[in-house]
């Protein structure tokens, strides 16, 4: 195949559903709480884990986030998935993690941003930050409903 024709083929778009997660006021709890930073804690090995395992489980792809060396605060899927499906997740996962930050009396919850349409770009990205989050359209639409969860008060998905 020629150059052109797969650099064409790698740029088309496919529909799917860019999945936002962070852990609200997770710095402020980790002093509080007395934890680490650089190891993982109750909430950070509880994300880590749900998000590996929904990605192995599902059609989706980890974009970027996990870190099981210290545990996942953030983090960006791409999930194929039906939207009705990646809602519950959500709603399963802020409820999950607020149920174990009660459980420890950890002032902390989970906000999750999604988006749903055609996706230009399916490859994992090496930071979070807003110039490279923008790069893909439907990402950015994705990182704006998380913020506007965070907004909220977060505990939410928008």
């Known amino acids: 195949m020629c150059k052109k024709k797969k650099r064409i ?39 880590t884990d749900e998000v590996e395992r929904y990605i192995h489980e599902r059609l989706s792809v980890l974009i970027w986030g996990v870190d099981p060396r210290r545990g996942t605060e953030e983090a960006i899927i791409l999930s194929y998935e039906p939207i009705e499906s990646i809602q519950a997740w959500c709603y399963d996962l802020i409820k999950d993690v607020k149920a ?8 902390t919850s989970l906000s999750c941003g999604i ?11 090496a930071d979070n930050r807003t110039k490279t989050i923008g790069r893909d359209p439907l990402r950015w639409l994705a990182y704006k409903a998380l913020r506007q969860a965070k907004k909220k008060g977060g505990n939410r998905l928008a």
């Open 9 to 47: 083929q790698e740029n088309i778009s496919h529909a799917g559903t860019f999945i936002f997660l962070d852990i609200d006021n997770f710095g402020e709890c980790v002093r509080n709480m007395g934890w680490s930073e650089y190891t993982p804690n109750p909430i950070s090995a509880f994300m």
């Open 100 to 107: 174990i930050a009660d459980e420890l009396n950890a002032s």
């Open 115 to 125: 988006a749903t349409g055609l996706v230009s770009e399916t490859k994992a990205i």
